[in-house]
């Protein structure tokens, strides 16, 4: 079993939407990928723990604690940790511009990279109508996308057994449907004024599930992903790079509870695709 010597060091490290409190969270890749990197600077960008699944149903297993652990351990260390609440962790907001020891619960913030440029870092969901407007229909949306993750699990189920790569449902309809092409294009195109306005030069944000590294209208826009399905993280090397990682684990396809039960580990970072 191939192990990294040391972990890997970056500047800044990015990560969202990691929905502890839900079956669907990937807390054994990102565990993994916790373990085996670390930075200066690490940042959560919104919905870390989902209420809204809590508020329906009580999940939370010992991996979801040792997230929590593994996170407050890194503060401990010396990595300064920005907590971005997001819409399914709202209640989180209660606490904006507190400071728990190394850890700063902030509605948004502004980056400097290495190479002095600026980077709205915002969960995003105040650009989303529906959340803002609607909630209880982003709520529906919300159920019909776990839906479509348990129907994930059937389809990869079968596909394993022909040793085919995993593929997400939930993915392929959201790229079908055309009001949801839409709607990531005005999200995209909301987040990126916002951070021209603000006088940034790039922005960072969560909340759509779609890891995501472009120009857009002369603003870097930059989106981590997820720990649902995608399992991606934003880096920012030392030279002020950005890179999106994507932890490269066959155990991605499988449930949380399948994943506990296995030991072998295959831990490479590569760039998503």
Same mark, same amino acid.
């Given at each position: 079993?191939?192990?990294?010597?040391?972990?890997?060091?970056?500047?800044?490290?990015?990560?969202?939407?990691?929905?502890?409190?839900?079956?669907?969270?990937?807390?054994?890749?990102?565990?993994?990928?916790?373990?085996?990197?670390?930075?200066?600077?690490?940042?959560?960008?919104?919905?870390? !723990?989902?209420?809204?699944?809590?508020?329906?149903? &009580?999940?939370?297993?010992?991996?979801?604690?040792?997230?929590?652990?593994?996170?407050?351990?890194?503060?401990?260390?010396?990595?300064?940790?920005?907590? !971005?609440?997001?819409?399914?962790?709202?209640?989180?907001?209660?606490?904006?511009?507190?400071?728990?020891?190394?850890?700063?619960?902030?509605? +948004?913030?502004?980056?400097?990279? *290495?190479?002095?440029?600026?980077?709205?870092?915002?969960?995003?969901?105040?650009?989303?109508?529906?959340?803002?407007?609607?909630? &209880?229909?982003?709520?529906?949306?919300?159920?019909?996308?776990?839906?479509?993750?348990?129907?994930?699990?059937?389809?990869?189920?079968?596909?394993?057994?022909?040793?085919?790569?995993?593929?997400?449902?939930?993915?392929?309809?959201?790229?079908?449907?055309?009001?949801?092409?839409?709607?990531?294009?005005?999200?995209?195109? *909301?987040?990126?004024?916002?951070?021209?306005?603000? @006088?940034?030069?790039?922005?960072?944000?969560?909340?759509?599930?779609?890891?995501?590294?472009?120009? !857009?209208? @002369?603003?870097?826009?930059?989106?981590?992903?997820?720990?649902?399905?995608?399992?991606?993280?934003?880096?920012?090397?030392? +030279?002020?790079?950005?890179?999106?990682?994507?932890?490269?684990?066959?155990? !991605?396809?499988?449930?949380?509870?399948?994943?506990?039960?296995?030991?072998?580990?295959?831990?490479?970072?590569?760039?998503?695709?």
């Amino acid at each position: 079993m191939l192990k990294n010597p040391s972990p890997r060091h970056y500047r800044a490290i990015f990560i969202s939407d990691l929905h502890l409190g839900t079956k669907r969270a990937q807390t054994a890749a990102l565990l993994d990928f916790l373990r085996e990197t670390e930075s200066d600077q690490l940042y959560i960008v919104g919905d870390f !723990i989902d209420n809204w699944a809590l508020r329906k149903a &009580w999940y939370w297993d010992q991996s979801h604690n040792d997230v929590m652990q593994k996170l407050l351990r890194k503060a401990r260390k010396g990595t300064k940790l920005i907590y !971005i609440p997001g819409n399914h962790d709202e209640n989180f907001r209660n606490f904006l511009n507190l400071r728990f020891g190394r850890v700063a619960v902030l509605e +948004d913030a502004v980056h400097v990279t *290495a190479t002095g440029k600026r980077y709205l870092v915002l969960h995003g969901d105040k650009f989303d109508g529906v959340v803002r407007f609607a909630p &209880w229909l982003a709520k529906l949306g919300d159920t019909a996308y776990e839906v479509s993750m348990d129907l994930n699990k059937v389809v990869n189920s079968v596909r394993r057994l022909f040793r085919l790569p995993y593929w997400s449902l939930s993915a392929y309809l959201k790229n079908r449907v055309k009001k949801a092409v839409e709607f990531i294009s005005h999200f995209e195109e *909301a987040v990126v004024r916002d951070a021209r306005a603000r @006088g940034c030069q790039g922005a960072i944000c969560g909340h759509i599930h779609t890891p995501d590294d472009r120009m !857009i209208d @002369g603003i870097h826009y930059l989106n981590d992903g997820d720990w649902v399905e995608s399992c991606t993280a934003l880096v920012e090397h030392k +030279d002020g790079r950005f890179e999106i990682l994507n932890w490269n684990n066959p155990r !991605i396809a499988q449930s949380t509870e399948e994943t506990h039960a296995h030991t072998d580990r295959d831990r490479r970072l590569v760039p998503a695709g």
